[in-house]
C-alpha cells in the first residue's frame, strides 16, 4: 500500500512457497511517507483458504539536503559559515567543513564553521550525515572584496568668522568593502577631545559627500566622515 493510497496492490507476480520457508523482497522507495506491505498466502485445498499476514510500515522521508547562505567580507575579516540541513532521517549526526570540495582535511565539524581571516575569495565545502547515513553536500564560496578606506575630506575656507558657514566635502572617495554602506558626519567642537555625531546617519555609496555647517563657537572645528559597510 503506497503512501496516498487507501488499498494494497500486488508487489510481483504471485509465486509458489512452502510452509515453514522464508521468502525476502528488497526494492528502492522513492515516494516519501507510509509504506505498508503484507503477504498474502493462498493453499491449494478444494475450497482455497487465504490468510494475509500483519502489515510491516516503513517511513520514507524527504531526502537530506544542506544549504549554506552565501556571504561577502572585507579582505582580512573572518567570515561565518552556517549550514542549514533538512529532510533526512533522524538527528544529523555529524557535519564536516572543507576547502574547495568536500575531500581532505577536516576544518571543522559543527553546524557553524569560523574561517581564518580571509584575502581572497576562498571556496569551502560542508558534508552533513544524518542518523541513518544519509548524505550531503553543498558548495559556498566566501566572497572576499577589497579593505574599506576612508574617504579624506577638505573644508572650505578653513577659517571663518564667527556665525559663518563652512563647507567640508570628500577630496577622494571611500572605495572597497561589501554594499551597502551607512555613512554618519561627525564633529568635534572647540575644547572637546571627543568626536560626535553630526545629523544623522544615511545610506551613501562611494563618490562626492558633502556638508555644510555655521560655526558661531571660535576656536578648531574638526570633521571626520564615518562609513560602515555591510
Do not use: H, M
Not at 26 to 50: A, M, N
Not at 66 to 85: E, N
Not at 168 to 190: D, H, I, K, N, R
Request: glycine share 12%; net charge negative; charged share 5%.
Amino acid at each position: 500500500e503506497v503512501p496516498g493510497s487507501s488499498a494494497y496492490s500486488n508487489l510481483g507476480p504471485a509465486f509458489t512457497c512452502n510452509a515453514g520457508g522464508t521468502r525476502s523482497e528488497s526494492g528502492t522507495l522513492s515516494t516519501t511517507g507510509v509504506f505498508s506491505f503484507e503477504l498474502k498466502v493462498t493453499d491449494s485445498s478444494p475450497t482455497p483458504v487465504i490468510v494475509i499476514s500483519p502489515a510491516v510500515q516503513v517511513t520514507v522521508n524527504g531526502a537530506l539536503t544542506v544549504s549554506v547562505p552565501p556571504l561577502a567580507i572585507d579582505s582580512g575579516q573572518t567570515a561565518s559559515l552556517t549550514a542549514s540541513p533538512s529532510g533526512g532521517s533522524g538527528a544529523y549526526s555529524s557535519y564536516a567543513w572543507y576547502q574547495a570540495s568536500c575531500t581532505g582535511t577536516v576544518l571543522g565539524a559543527s553546524a557553524t564553521y569560523t574561517t581564518p581571516s580571509l584575502t581572497s575569495t576562498t571556496g569551502y565545502c560542508i558534508l552533513v550525515t544524518d542518523s541513518l547515513g544519509g548524505n550531503a553536500t553543498t558548495t559556498i564560496t566566501a566572497t572576499v572584496n577589497p579593505a574599506l578606506v576612508a574617504t579624506v575630506l577638505s573644508g572650505s575656507p578653513t577659517t571663518v568668522d564667527s556665525g559663518q558657514p563652512s563647507t567640508f566635502s570628500a577630496s577622494s572617495f571611500f572605495s572597497g568593502g561589501t554594499s551597502p554602506y551607512t555613512c554618519q558626519t561627525l564633529q568635534e567642537v572647540p575644547g572637546s577631545s571627543a568626536f560626535t555625531d553630526l545629523g544623522g546617519s544615511f545610506a551613501c555609496a562611494p563618490g562626492p559627500i558633502a556638508g555644510s555647517q555655521t560655526l558661531s563657537t571660535a576656536g578648531v572645528w574638526s570633521f571626520e566622515i564615518q562609513v560602515t559597510d555591510d
